[in-house]
């Protein structure tokens, strides 16, 4: 279970969020949608201690993510995130990029690590291209390499940050598709999107940001539907 | 001093070939180990450069600036000559006089001289050029490191630094050449078994001025062909993506 409570963020005069408070339970998908700049994907590097917040807490499994005594490299292993620009290290092959972290972080042998990686390179369609540098792949191809990569680490969240925003759209559909099977198997899912047909068909609940609050969080039908407070009506308005 | 009836004696110089061959080794040991601590320096320079605390960057800037505008042959002059007065006025400041005792303790011979002067002025050089080289390097990487769970030092050395060393591999081979050519002021310190030293013995038994100089530098033109040769090989080899 991830737990927000009241987090407040700046980056110096420029306050991004304003008092943020969320829940999502194990195996809960929850979409996180609104305009550019409204803090969703600020929150996203709040989760796993990429970036420091101000004041509130953050709990994953009744860890408080931002207390000083934190192992914060033990608490990312549970925690996969993809990024918008894919991140694949770009000096090593398909193979290599999935199984660092599996050998270097995990300490698994060689073979082990190989075995996981192919299993979920095969997953998300890229069984061919493990001896291939990121350099020749696709953009949606890099991306579902960058999943395959965070869930070699069987982490028990996967947070995604506008995954599909950076790629061609014949491109998105590839992309989405992986996550629509992730979802389905079960995994917990914060995805941060402005994909609003996929947030519709796969989340639990749905949460609309704007300005770095969350206006309104429900069901998608709720939201996309009945929204009860007017920005949520307006912003959607904009985008649908 | 111009004699108008020298006539070259090739013979003489070829027959030296063997302790000129000798000489480059020394050279050639002289500048791979200058620039493999020049490298390890030079990585931990642009580091310190970039450091939040403030003396770390003072005594990074310090050696930068140093390495990068002074003469390279005053750099040895100073580790060879400049040092080691420095330092056995500062120890006979507190009483103690090594030189009665015997010791010489300060005092560096002209190759470890040479070796160390060359090594502090590669990893001056090459600590700007990393830090062009760290900056070639998307922030975005350490991040998608951090986040699979690598700490800040495996983030760096498994992820940053190999990405770095493609983007300054050139400038490196250029810092390699000149590092083998700077060994030649070794001369200045009294170091005979490099290449320079042996020429100017020969030169200095023989009068042959223009041969064994002509040759010494026909040796310095293929070593360098070399390295950057060998270089080009081990970059086709290593950045293959």
Redesign the interface.
Known sequence: MIEIEDVRKSFGSLEVLKGVSMTVETGEVVSVVGGSGSGKSTMLMCINGLEPIDSGRILVDGTEVHAPGTDLNKLRRNIGIVFQQWNAFPHLTVLENTTLALRKVLGKSKDEADAIAVKQLEHVGLGDKLKVYPSKLSGGQQQRMAIARALAMEPKYMLFDEVTSALDPQLVGEVLDTMRMLAKAGMTMIVVTHEMAFAREVSNRVAFFKDGLIHEIGPPAQIFESPERPETAAFLKSVL | MFNINYTFHWNQAFRALPDMLEGALITLQIAVLSMLIGIVVGVLLALAKEARFAPLRWFANTWIEIARNTPALFQVYMIYFGIPAVLQLAASLFGIDFRALGINIFYLDSYWAVLVGIAFNNAGYLAETFRGGLRAVPP??T?????????AV?SFR??VL??MF?AVFHPMTNQMVWAILMTSIGIFVGLNTDLTGITQELNARTFRTFEFFALAAAIYYVIAKIVTGGARLIAWRL???
């Not at chain 2, 991040?143 to 700490?151: P, Q, W």
């Open positions: 975005t990487q991040r998608a490191a951090r986040s699979l769970g690598f700490n495996d498994l992820i190999p990405q493609r950045f293959r993506y």
